[in-house]
Structure formats: structure tokens, C-alpha cells
């Protein structure tokens, strides 16, 4: 007997055919003979009838039609956020370029030193303190809301600082102006707006890319673009919005103007942002990270979490065996379902904010995360002081106007053209460090910060390690080893300013801008990437907004003493003088080498914490967790 039956059929003659013919023979043909009418079209009376097999067909190619067109939509507005995130970060940053009207203050304002660091240091806190509660703002109701509020914030703190320059000096200081505290005011809204753009646009690229292969080039485009805004909004001001000199010519910023511009500017990037910044699929991030967490053996006695992931599996509204009833009234099908609905989206709503909450307390009790929040402070706050401060730095490379040597024999190099260096090296170095440790980092798991003792991952991370490249056949760097790199460039730049090499040699200013450009970007580019592979994209907005308030108090802290060391030495050199003056400026290699020195010394010690984060007894390394 044959292994493969046959079969036959007859219709006006008999054929014989194997089950591998009929299979071609028997196909659908549109307009052949029916297979089961449909009782549909029958009761229309209608005399052509349609198959349901050829229905069923039909409707499968639809709803695949559908989900081809949705999943279209989806990378388009995927793509239109990326593109809108980088272009409200071109123009978050331009705090940046206070150098370029830092010294107009003491200038025209007549303000001293310490109250010139007082309004940046204003800035700085209220740009880094509220940055938890945007990325919460973020990870909560989304970046649309937050790059609303931060255009508001733009156009007020601008527009008052606006007319406060314009009112001239303050009593007191040689004038009739608004007082100082005015002007102070003014910056915590324009700081405030800053870090609120900035989260909306970041946390954007994070939590659409941040799960892809090149997701360190996704966090490092949007932080780049932020770094460049000082760069074309300084160039923009010295060579369009300038005062005009008696005899025509081209003279200082014109900061009335330049602030105007700023202010209505970035509110209608801020307004733009409200339709353009959307979360991509969010949904499906919450549900992977809850299985994850559902697998992982940490949370077995949470009541909550018990709670949550057993109610995804129960229907609503539907029978046992999951069949919905047909109501002839369809009203009460139509109130039915819109019920279930709701009930979808509270349960959704309560696992979204369950699993943000439990993150963010995981998060916190991570002890390597404040190491790596402390070397961050380490390097940043000295990064801030130097940008903040440029504009008096360079003041104090030449000789005092009135000596011989003065500005007449001795053309000093433009705070514009260093604040421009800064944000472009500064710029490279986020692209750079972004692009390279997607190539050359290890490869990381983007749940791998969840494993519990009970899961197969954390089995698997207890093995012995063999190198990166007996794994994958690749050489492979540590990202934290690219950025204590960087961290020690930025370390050079100081030592070379603090050893005086550069007095009297303004013109090779440009390479302590350079070095400090590179390192600061490069922390501002990898610290936040690291906190993505370590600890996911689900809560970013929140975590990296932890970590970001620590340049506010390293911005403080330098910035005081760094005004402090000048006030100092322009108190001594006023002090030796013969012919008392009212010069409130500093000239020498004491007014910046004792700042300096120490700022160097802070930078290596933050080296150090971050080796000791990374290959300490509870560091990423020990826990098999690749960064």
C-alpha cells in the first residue's frame, strides 16, 4: 500500500490526483462556485454571492494594510520628535554664552564680580534643582507639557532681564536703574526654562531610540545640539545684534535686543515642542519592563506588583471562554465596551506609575550611582565656573589699561570666539563619545540591571568572565574608560591656565577652552548614556534628572570661589598701587591659579570614583552589568 493516500472526486468524469496536486487544484478563485454562502448578502437579496473564505482573505490583507500604515505613522512621528528634540536643543542652551555679556554687567551695570557670578550662579541653581521634577514631569504626562512650560519660562525671564539691562545701573552703583535683585530674578526662570527644554528633548530621544543598537548616538545628538547653542546664539549676537559706535562702526552686544530675540524665540520652540515631542510606543516599554521585573525573582513578596501583572491577564467584560455576548440594543454594547476601555487605560495608568516609582527607589539604593553622581559633580562644577567665568579670565591675561603695554599695543582675544571654541569642541566630544561606544562598548542587555537571584541572567553573570574579545570576536572598551580619558584632557587644560604658561599669551587661550570644551562634553554626553544602559530608558527622565542636579552645587561652590580668589587678588594688587583707583577688575596669575590647581586636583579624584563604581566590590563589573 502506498504511503500517501489519494483521492478522487468526480464531476462528469473521474480523476485521480495525489494530495499534493489537490492542494494547486483546490485554491480559491475569485468568482468560482461558493463554498458556504453568506448568509449576509443573502438576506439582501442579493444574486451574486461572495465566499466567507474569500472574506476572511480579504480581511486579513486589510488588517495587515493597517498595521503596515500604523507602523509607517509611528516611525514618521518617531522621526519628527527626533528631528524637533534636536532643535530645541540647538536652542535650550544658550545659558551657555553668559561669557558674551557676563563683562557688559560690570561694564555698563557697574556690577562687582561677586554679583556678576551671583546672577550665573542664580542661573545655574534654578537651571539643575527642578531637573528631578521635569524628568518626573517627563516620564509621567510626557515632553509635550514640559517644552511648553519651558518657552513660558524663556519669555519671561528674558524679557525682564530684557528691560533690567536696559534701565541702566542699579542705585547706588552710579545710576537710577531696576535694583539688582531684578536682574538676579530674572535668570532663575530663563534657568528654569533651560533644564525643562533640555529634559523634554532628551528624554525624547531616550525612550524612542534608547532600546536600539545606536542609542548612544541617539542621547548624544539632542546633548550636542544642546552644547552648540551657546556657539550660534553668541555668533548670532556679536554679529547682528550689536550697538552701533558714533562713527558707524560695529561695537558691543547689544543685550536689550539680544535678550528680546531669545525670549520670543525659544517660546516658540517651546510651543511647538507641546505637538511635536511624543513618546513612541510607550506602552510597550512599561509592559516589557513589567515581565522583566515579573521574571526576575526580586519582587516575589510585593503585593502590589502581584496585584498588577495578574490583573493583565484577567479580560473585562468577557465570558470564561473569552467570547463576547451580542446585544441586539447597541447602545449598551457601545457603553459595554467603552467601560472595558477605560478600565484598560486605569490599569494601565496604575502599572506605569508603579513601575516609575519602584525604579526610581531602586535607583536611589544603587550605591554606584552616587559614585558616579560624585565624580560627575567633580567635573562638572569646575566645567561651569570656567564657562561662566571666560569673560574675566581672559580680562586677566593682559596688562591693566593703564599701563604701557595696555590694550592700545595688546588686542585681546574675544570671550565670543572662546565661548564658540568651547561649544564646539564641547559638541565633538558628545558626537564622538556617543558614536564610539555604540562601535566599540560592550554589548549590553537592556534589562540586565533587573536581574533578580532567582533569574537566569543573574546564573549566567555569575560565571567566570572571559575577555570581551574571546566573546565576540571585537576589541571592546568600557565606556567609563572613555570618559576618565576625557575627564583627564579637561584636567590638563586647567593645570596649563593654573601654571601661568598662558600670561601675556592670550592668543593661546584657545587651548585651555579646547581641553575644557572636550572633557566637560564628554561627561555631559556618557554620564547620562551610562544611566540608560545601567538602569534603562523606562524611568531616564527621572534618574538622569537625579544626577543632573549635582552641577548646580559644583557650579555654587566654584563660582564662589572662584569669585572670592579674584576679589582677593584685585583687592591686593588695588592695595599696592600708588594712585588710589576704581578699577574693580583683576589682572595676573592670582586671580585664577589657586582656583585652578584645586579644580585639577577635584577632576582626578573623580576618576577615581568612577573606577571604584565601575571595579569596586559592588561595581557594574562585579555585577555583570556591561557599560
Avoid at 519602584?358 to 559633580?377: I, Q, Y
Avoid at 580680562?395 to 582675544?413: C, E, N
Avoid at 572613555?482 to 601661568?500: E, K, P
Wanted: proline content about 5%; some cysteine.
Amino acid at each position: 500500500m502506498s504511503s500517501r493516500p489519494t483521492s478522487s472526486r468526480s464531476s462528469r468524469g473521474k480523476l485521480q490526483t495525489h494530495d499534493s496536486d489537490n492542494i494547486e487544484r483546490l485554491d480559491y478563485k475569485p468568482g468560482g462556485r461558493l463554498l458556504v454562502p453568506d448568509p449576509a448578502h443573502t438576506a439582501r437579496g442579493r444574486s451574486e454571492e461572495r465566499s466567507i473564505a474569500g472574506s476572511f482573505f480579504s480581511e486579513v490583507a486589510e488588517g495587515i494594510a493597517q498595521q503596515d500604515r500604523a507602523k509607517m505613522k509611528k516611525q514618521t512621528m518617531r522621526y519628527i520628535s527626533f528631528a524637533w528634540a534636536l532643535f530645541a536643543a540647538l536652542g535650550a542652551g544658550g545659558i551657555t554664552a553668559f561669557s558674551l555679556y557676563g563683562p557688559l554687567f560690570q561694564q555698563r551695570l557697574h556690577y562687582s564680580q561677586l554679583q556678576v557670578n551671583g546672577v550665573s550662579i542664580t542661573a545655574e541653581l534654578a537651571l539643575y534643582l527642578p531637573v528631578p521634577l521635569w524628568g518626573a514631569l517627563c516620564d509621567r504626562v510626557g515632553p509635550g507639557i514640559p517644552s511648553l512650560i519651558s518657552g513660558v519660562f524663556f519669555a519671561v525671564g528674558y524679557l525682564l532681564a530684557a528691560f533690567a539691562y536696559k534701565s541702566g545701573p542699579p542705585p547706588g552703583q552710579g545710576g537710577d536703574g531696576w535694583p539688582y535683585w531684578v536682574m538676579a530674578f530674572a535668570f532663575i526662570p530663563i534657568g528654569t526654562g533651560t533644564s525643562c527644554m533640555y529634559l523634554s528633548a532628551v528624554t525624547t530621544c531616550a525612550k524612542n531610540f534608547g532600546r536600539g543598537k545606536y542609542k548612544g548616538i541617539a542621547l548624544a545628538m539632542p546633548i550636542a545640539c544642546f552644547g552648540l547653542s551657546g556657539m550660534w546664539q553668541s555668533q548670532v549676537g556679536s554679529h547682528f545684534i550689536y550697538e552701533t559706535n558714533p562713527d558707524g562702526s560695529k561695537g558691543e552686544l547689544d543685550v536689550h535686543r539680544y535678550f528680546l530675540f531669545l525670549g520670543i524665540f525659544l517660546l516658540a520652540i517651546g510651543i511647538g515642542g507641546f505637538f511635536a515631542l511624543q513618546i513612541v510606543d510607550e506602552a510597550d516599554l512599561i509592559d516589557e519592563a513589567m515581565d522583566e521585573l515579573e521574571n526576575s525573582g526580586l519582587l516575589e513578596d510585593s503585593e502590589v506588583f502581584q496585584r498588577l501583572t495578574s490583573s493583565r491577564h484577567l479580560g473585562y467584560g468577557t465570558d470564561s471562554n473569552g467570547d463576547r455576548r451580542l446585544s441586539v440594543e447597541e447602545i449598551t454594547e457601545l457603553r459595554r465596551k467603552a467601560e472595558e476601555e477605560e478600565a484598560r487605560q486605569l490599569e494601565q495608568k496604575l502599572r506605569k506609575t508603579w513601575l516609575l516609582n519602584e525604579e526610581t527607589r531602586r535607583f536611589l539604593a544603587d550605591s554606584t550611582m552616587w559614585w558616579l553622581a560624585a565624580g560627575f559633580f567633580l567635573v562638572t562644577g569646575p566645567g561651569e565656573a570656567f564657562i561662566n567665568n571666560m569673560g574675566t579670565i581672559i580680562g586677566t591675561l593682559y596688562p591693566p589699561p593703564d599701563s604701557l603695554s595696555g590694550p592700545s599695543a595688546m588686542k585681546q582675544t574675544s570671550a565670543a570666539t572662546h565661548v564658540s571654541i568651547v561649544a564646539i569642541t564641547s559638541t565633538l566630544a558628545r558626537i564622538l563619545t556617543g558614536t564610539l561606544t555604540d562601535l566599540i562598548a560592550p554589548s549590553s542587555d537592556p534589562h540586565q540591571h533587573r536581574r533578580g537571584p532567582n533569574s537566569l541572567g543573574n546564573s549566567l553573570a555569575s560565571l567566570p568572565h572571559s575577555t570581551s574579545t574571546e566573546r565576540t570576536g571585537r576589541f571592546q572598551l568600557s565606556r567609563v574608560v572613555v570618559l576618565i580619558t576625557f575627564a583627564i584632557i579637561m584636567s590638563i587644560g586647567q593645570v596649563i591656565l593654573a601654571s601661568g604658561a598662558l600670561q601675556g599669551h592670550g592668543d593661546k587661550f584657545w587651548l585651555v577652552s579646547a581641553f575644557i570644551g572636550s572633557g566637560y562634553g564628554a561627561a555631559f554626553s556618557l554620564t547620562p548614556i551610562c544611566i540608560s544602559v545601567i538602569w534603562g530608558v523606562e524611568n531616564f527622565g527621572t534618574n538622569w534628572g537625579v544626577v543632573a542636579t549635582v552641577p548646580a552645587i559644583g557650579a555654587t561652590i566654584w563660582g564662589l570661589i572662584y569669585s572670592w580668589v579674584y576679589q582677593w587678588a584685585a583687592e591686593r594688587r588695588t592695595a599696592t598701587l600708588d594712585t588710589p583707583t576704581d578699577d574693580i577688575l583683576c589682572y595676573g596669575a592670582m586671580c585664577y591659579a589657586p582656583t585652578f590647581w584645586t579644580m585639577a586636583i577635584c577632576i582626578w579624584m573623580a576618576c577615581g570614583f568612577w573606577i571604584w563604581a565601575w571595579r569596586g566590590p559592588n561595581g557594574w563589573y562585579r555585577r555583570g552589568i556591561a557599560v
